[in-house]
């Protein structure tokens, strides 16, 4: 009987932190979606918001330049070494080009520069307002009549909505380059061959699909990250608590999102 009664009050446990946990994730998932469109309704105020928006912009780009450049190029590069490995038995490692740049275009590009302001950007956001909301600056802001998402959160997802999509147009710059140095010092691929691969297979339906992914991931993850910010509770812990959840959060959209855009734009006609 006590053997059954443990196993019992276990099994509550675990069914009780599931559903739990199932609870905040609907619950999150509708707050960051009123979240939207509350930023929605108040960017008609993002002239006035300007010097923010572009001081955003700056953080979410210049900052981050270096970190982008690096795992851009050894994107490109590990691309073309990789499937120059595979080719190469078959003398078909002119081909590394067309491969290298639809790849960065329809997929790895928006993804890896998501993943990339995630970390650097993302986490931010949701630590400086979450650091707002535990010292009751958002109350404050309230008190005031100021709305904090038209303050504090607008500039923020405007500017990274527009800030991914030209950091992703860079990645595809720098990991066709990465990858036009292993084509030629690794592969025995002249450049100019390497090129040539490179803007033939360089479709317009690759390049826009790739922009409007790198669009809607900027502003899921400035979204997440403030929704989880303004939710923050209980001091340091809790900030760090809401920073964690943004990450985790927004990697998992960046993910599911992408593959479903890539299935509506590629899934029938490839």
Do not use: W
């Not at 380059?177 to 090129?195: P, R």
């Amino acid at each position: 009987m006590i053997i059954i009664k443990k196993l019992k009050d276990v099994l509550q446990t675990i069914v009780g932190g599931i559903g739990k946990n199932a609870i905040n994730i609907v619950y999150m998932i509708g707050y960051s979606t009123l979240i939207f469109l509350e930023v929605a309704y108040h960017s008609k105020a993002a002239f006035e918001k300007r010097r923010e928006i572009l001081k955003q912009m700056y953080y979410a780009g210049v900052k981050t330049f270096i970190v982008v450049s690096i795992v851009a190029l050894f994107t490109g590069m590990i691309l073309a070494l990789q499937i120059g490995l595979e080719l190469k038995p078959y003398q078909q490692q002119s081909l590394v080009g067309n491969i290298i740049i639809a790849t960065l275009t329809r997929e790895m590009a928006p993804f890896v520069t998501a993943i990339i302001l995630i970390a650097a950007v993302g986490s931010t956001m949701a630590a400086e307002v979450g650091t707002m909301a535990v010292s009751e600056e958002i109350d404050a802001l309230e008190m005031m009549a100021i709305s904090p998402v038209r303050f504090l959160v607008m500039p923020r997802v405007i500017s990274l909505a527009l800030m991914l999509p030209i950091a992703t147009v860079y990645t595809n710059l720098l990991g066709s380059i990465g990858g036009g140095i292993i084509a030629y010092f690794q592969l025995n691929l002249s450049f100019d061959v390497y090129y040539s691969h490179i803007l033939e297979s360089l479709h317009f339906k690759a390049t826009y699909v790739g922009l409007l992914k790198a669009f809607i991931f900027g502003i899921m993850v400035s979204t997440i990250s403030c929704a989880n910010g303004l939710r923050a509770t209980n001091g340091a812990l809790g900030v760090g608590k809401a920073t964690r959840n943004s990450v985790v959060s927004s990697f998992l959209m960046v993910l599911i999102v992408g593959y479903y855009i890539t299935g509506i734009f590629y899934g029938k006609t490839g």
